[in-house]
């Protein structure tokens, strides 16, 4: 089957597509990973940076990677909120600029271009201010 190349939304990590994984694990393997300064993902010289441009450009870069090692395997991506942005850009420069034939699908799930465009400037802030864990699933929920 294709790999499903995931890529998730601001202030979120690749755990995201954990459902996801599981749905269609009968018709491809799903990969995610975490954007800088998200997640599990490490800390980088340049991780005040989270333009769209450079958030294009690393997951480009990871992307590549999973085409070098997996030659056999096409590739959907797929992007949610900021990670849907990401993922028409990425797509459109690699089948219309590079000529990557093995990308077969894009999906996008809420995107709001703008919207997610918008909140880049305050994306320190956001993931600074994300809860490390929660005194409840009430309080979970209501964050």
Do not use: Y
Request: net charge negative; with cysteine.
């Amino acid at each position: 089957g294709v790999i499903f190349f995931c890529i998730h939304g601001a202030g979120h990590s690749a755990l995201s597509f954990a459902t996801l994984a599981k749905e269609v694990k009968h018709f491809g393997t799903v990969l995610a990973f975490d954007l800088k300064g998200h997640g599990f993902s490490k800390k980088q010289h340049n991780n005040e940076d989270f333009s769209i441009e450079t958030l294009c450009s690393e997951t480009i870069e990871v992307l590549k990677e999973l085409l070098q090692r997996f030659p056999e395997k096409n590739v959907v991506v797929v992007g949610h909120s900021l990670g849907g942005s990401i993922a028409c850009r990425i797509v459109d420069a690699l089948t219309n600029l590079e000529k990557l034939e093995r990308i077969v699908g894009c999906i996008v799930i809420d995107v709001v271009e703008g919207t997610a465009i918008e909140a880049l400037p305050f994306m320190n802030q956001i993931i600074a201010d994300r809860p490390k864990h929660f005194d409840s699933l009430d309080s979970a929920i209501k964050w």
